[in-house]
């Protein structure tokens, strides 16, 4: 009771630990908690984060744009899950990314090269891109760094930015400009005029920022306004219909729909030796879950593996009772002072010990009786033909002396002493 006692107190102070520093993270300067999520930075992209600036709407609503095809949760990198799925090596196939930036390997880049030349479609939005995926498929995108604000103005800055977003399809209609407060990215093609790439969508200040670049028997599609990803965004006005507009450009019957959750939790280029386990390190509710279990096994450990149950009590050694029955016999006799009975009854329960113990006939005592005792019990033989010879004696005499009958005492009691 007083081990889970401890274990119970040391649970609720770690889990008080815990809410506090959770809550120490979630606390906004101003106090309200819309607010700071309106941060550059603080866009999770994740089809589970129900904030401002996560993607639970689109993610939800994107089965209605493919007939029903549910998309599939990717959680590892695109090397790996093209290497281990059947299904990405085939054609027709819509493989979605909503990520800040995309850190990519050697095998990343050439994996997706591979996967849009069979046929398939890339949708990429992005706010950064990266150096391989621009020279895997030929195309260059040019950062504009915004002047620094004071830090003071972040809130600011970030609440009364206007997102804006043109698409350039004539056949969308006429209303193809959305906006919406948030986050201005000013991220765009460096080379619209190629030739190669299709301008899809410009920003603000008409730059390009929506294209398509063909690969193969497939196409890459970039957003570099991810913005248009996010609950934010979707849930002013009617720009629901710009993830519409966004979601034509892809398969309307796709074999496979596929959304990652890899790349929006890297933070850093991917290491060689990168492995799930860092990808589960790097989401802070499952960090934080496998903390508490590894502290709760310690503490198990610590307390549990203390033995619970009573000590056994130490089993005494085995008495010979022979050994005390001769000197209970002995004294008792001795009172009486009747020496040929005292010396009798020693003989009976000396040849009864034998007969029980070693499993010899001491009916006859012969020279080949005398050599087994010796050998049975481990003393030497002429100690037990001494023996031996003095109980012949003790049978045949009719008067014992007190010598006689203490050193025949004596003899018997060193054989008990010495019996093994």
Known sequence: MRTGFIIGICV???????????????RSGGGRAEESRLRPGMATYSSRDKAPFGSYVPFKVMENFFQGTKPKTVTRSFAKTYASTSGLKGQN?????????????????????????DG????????ETD??????????VKEETPVPAPLVLIN????????????????????????????????????????????????????????????GNGQLIVMLNPMTWTNYF????????????????????????????FYKHLYGPQRDDFSDWQVLLKHP???????????????????????????????PVLANTSLDFAETLGRLYYLHHNNSNLANKMTQHLLEYIRQNYYLNTSAIST????????????????????????????????????????????????YLKAK
């Open 12 to 26: 609720i102070i770690l889990a008080l630990i815990m809410l506090m520093i959770i809550g120490s993270n979630t």
């Open 93 to 117: 196939n819509a493989y979605i990314i909503v990520a800040e930036h995309l850190w990519l390997t050697e095998a990343d880049a050439q994996a997706m090269s591979s996967y849009v030349q």
């Open 120 to 127: 398939n479609k890339l949708f990429l939005a992005i706010e």
């Open 131 to 140: 150096s391989l995926l621009e020279s895997t498929f030929g195309f260059k």
């Open 156 to 215: 600011k800055i970030s609440r009364d930015s206007i997102v804006t977003q043109h698409f350039s399809n004539p056949h969308f209609g006429a209303d193809t400009t959305f906006t919406a407060r948030g986050i201005t990215l000013n991220g765009h093609l460096a080379s619209p005029d190629s030739g190669i790439i299709t301008i899809l969508g410009t920003n603000e200040r008409h730059q390009p920022n929506f294209f398509r670049v063909p690969h």
């Open 234 to 261: 979707l849930l002013k006005k009617n720009n629901i219909r710009a993830l519409e507009l966004q979601m034509a450009y892809l398969p309307e019957f796709p074999h496979n729909v596929y959304w990652d959750e």
């Open 285 to 315: 509710s499952l960090r934080w879950a496998l903390i508490l279990a590894l502290v709760l096994l310690l503490l198990y450990i610590l307390f549990e593996s203390k033995r619970r149950q009573r000590l056994i009590p130490p089993k």
């Open 368 to 415: 080949e009786f005398v050599t087994a005792l010796s050998r049975k019990s481990g003393q030497p033989r002429e100690f037990i033909e001494q023996l031996m010879n003095m109980v012949m004696e003790v049978k045949l005499a009719g008067n014992i002396s007190d010598e006689q009958l203490q050193h025949y005492y004596n003899s018997i009691y060193l054989f």
